[in-house]
């Protein structure tokens, strides 16, 4: 071969890669690296060993699993037996100590609210799951007198509460128990649902420095529609992530069942990816053909290295370590 023709090999190779690259950026984030996804549901121990596959191909050491009724997983219309799901929970954390943290979740109809959270919590428990800001699961104000006792323990003992609450809807009645438990750390996720609103989420942030969220927004439909408000508005998204970097989690709330894990582990691989690319690429493709079909090509954040550390590790992080031990 001689000299000019390894040169035109060369070259053509420096074009592909080039190609290769535009079309597929290489992302800020690297696997291993140790992030922590603070918003999952699990089913049972049967997801735990292919799910920790998945995580450790995307650099996630730590979830955050949140305890769910069959309402969440099977899309049943009772919220029931997620006493059940709490018990699972807290055995795969106890054999799992490095790679999960939970949270129980209570309904206000329980006859003792508090002392299932203080059994929670002795068992290892980060703090409490509540459903009743979220549209399908509203039945009384988040205000209401019985659910007051369950805000002083949460924020008498320094636990961690994550609750829906639909800004839109409910933000007045969420504003008054944040004013009552202001040392209460409260997550409230897929920027308690007012990413077409960052302006007011913002100005909430400003006003409760215990407020947190996380970057998550559910079901696949969600989570395309998500990724879009992100695409259409980067500078916005980047704008309030930059400042509220310690307080904005990575999450992907996708509801792992037995059925993902065990024939529908890649599209869920691609979803939680997805989740990482919005942050840390400039442009990424989505696909997915199960259980809704999407192709699209999304604008990222490409947030700086910095950012990323804080929103992947540090911040979360921070946040767990917080409670004390029971």
Known sequence: ???????????????LLVVIGAAYPISKTNAGAGYINMHEHLQNMDDVEPFLALNESLGISKTLLLGSSDKTIFLKPQFAHYDENNDELLKIREAYPDNFEVLCATYWHDLDQVAKIASCYERGAKGVKLY???GSFYELPLDDPVMLPVYKYIEDHGLILLIHVNGGKYLDEFERVLQKFPNMKTICPHFCLMSKKLDTLSTLFDKYPNLYTDTSFGYIEYTAAGFNRFSKNPDRFTQFITKYADRVFFGTDQVVTNTKTRKHIDELKRVFEGYLRILDSAEFRFQTTWPKAYDETYRGLALPEAILQEVLIDAPQKLLDSVPAY
């Open 1 to 15: 071969m001689n000299i000019k023709t390894k040169f035109s090999i060369i070259a053509t190779i420096g074009v």
């Open 132 to 134: 009743n800001g979220h």
